[in-house]
């Protein structure tokens, strides 16, 4: 946010997410950063709430330090939103390749981001493909899954 801050592009960004009620050091850290930048903070809101949040967005810059994985709840639940993910390659990040922005640090993460403010349609095949992806991960899907399973065995 801060690098496209400096390079005056016009954009809203947001700062979505929950703080426990236990030792919030580093949650106020985040949220210093996130006032110093003009990044609005919307925090502790209800999954209802998150999920309209999300039908208003077109893309999520999650830079997770140890990159991307099937373990980031937020970019599923960003990508089943038809938001389009960038995030940092990782060691578990190679099921993301063709569903999400990867860069390979935080600079090569910005480029990419910048060409995609001004390239927004070279990257729908990706978003589609994203929403395919986690479609076959939500609950219903899932128990959908375990169901057949439960069924098969039972036919044995």
Known sequence: IK???????KFRSAL???????????????????TEQKCELLLNKSAA?????????????????DGI?????TALAAMINR?????????FSS???NIAVLGNDKNDLLSKVLYYINNTDSFAKINDSAYEYSEKR???????LYIG???NDSNK
Do not use: H
């Not at 939500?138 to 959908?144: D, E, G, K, L, T």
């Open 16 to 34: 979505i997410g929950y703080v426990p009620g236990a030792d919030n050091s580093y949650a106020n850290l985040i949220i210093e950063q996130c």
């Open 3 to 9: 690098e496209l801050n400096k390079k005056n592009i």
């Open 69 to 73: 994985s099937e373990r980031r709840g």
């Open 83 to 91: 938001v389009l993910v960038f995030s940092l390659r990782g060691q």
């Open 95 to 97: 099921e993301f390749e």
């Open 149 to 151: 399973l439960i069924n």
């Open 138 to 144: 939500n609950w219903q899907s899932i128990a959908q």
């Open 49 to 65: 709430e998150i999920s309209n949040l999300l039908a208003e967005t077109d893309m999520a810059i999650l830079p997770y330090p």
